[in-house]
């Protein structure tokens, strides 16, 4: 992906939103990204309160990501800044959870597994993690479900051009079942071509209308340690 192309996952919308949020950002290789972070960033940033502002690039901060669960290797994620709104909007990479040490699909084939019946001694035996700790996880992820249902399956019945049914999933396993269908059938449909991040493309999907799925519920705080920019 050359710096600045269109994201084949972007899409064209009313960017309204109501607190300072994350965007995901499409990343295939893992150590692309590494070794070239700038490479997938697009030329100019968004600003999440009013498109027609003009956000400039400013920081970068370096952070951990365990990518065999036992090894840090550091990364580097940006943010810009709207000096009309005086804001942050900060990229992260689709498999980088916000406060997570573990890459998204590390959380998201936990998920799986514990949907099919496996227990979390048993998927934490795998990657070398207390049971408690993929609890956590689990138990944002299922409550994060619930919220994001109805955006997320709207705008991908929007994409697709079909009528909006009305959801009533109640029950945070039903409405994660259904999202993540939901989700692989988008991704069928746009190629999205890595099924172990489905949570991710939900989080390209949101373009910041919503809060990184799996990652912290709430205000993104700006943690940017001021290195460089990547203008």
Not at 114 to 140: C, F, H, M, N, V
Not at 202 to 210: A, F, H, K, T, Y
Request: charged share 20%.
């Amino acid at each position: 992906m050359e710096f600045g192309s269109p994201s084949p996952y972007a899409l064209k919308m009313d960017l309204k939103s109501h607190y300072k949020m994350r965007i995901a950002i499409p990343c295939s290789n893992v150590q692309s990204y590494i070794k070239n972070p700038k490479d997938f960033l697009p030329d100019n940033p968004v600003c999440l309160n009013d498109p027609t502002h003009r956000p400039y690039w400013n920081a970068s901060w370096d952070r951990e990501l365990c990518l065999d669960h036992v090894n840090a290797t550091e990364i580097t994620l940006f943010n810009a800044y709207c000096k009309k709104c005086h804001e942050t909007i900060s990229y992260w990479p689709e498999f980088v959870l916000a406060y997570q040490r573990e890459p998204l699909e590390t959380h998201e084939q936990v998920l799986i597994e514990r949907l099919q019946g496996i227990s979390l001694r048993e998927s934490a035996a795998k990657i070398g993690y207390d049971p408690r700790t993929l609890s956590r996880w689990l138990k944002l992820i299922l409550a994060q479900a619930l919220i994001l249902i109805n955006a997320a399956i709207r705008r991908i019945l929007n994409v697709l051009a079909q009528e909006i049914l009305p959801l009533a999933a109640t029950v945070a396993k039903e409405a994660t079942r259904l999202l993540l269908a939901w989700l692989q059938n988008y991704a069928e449909w746009v190629s999205f071509p890595r099924p172990n991040r489905l949570m991710g493309l939900c989080n390209i999907l949101g373009r910041g209308d919503w809060d990184l799925w799996g990652a912290p519920l709430g205000k993104a705080k700006s943690r940017v340690k001021k290195v460089h920019s990547p203008g």
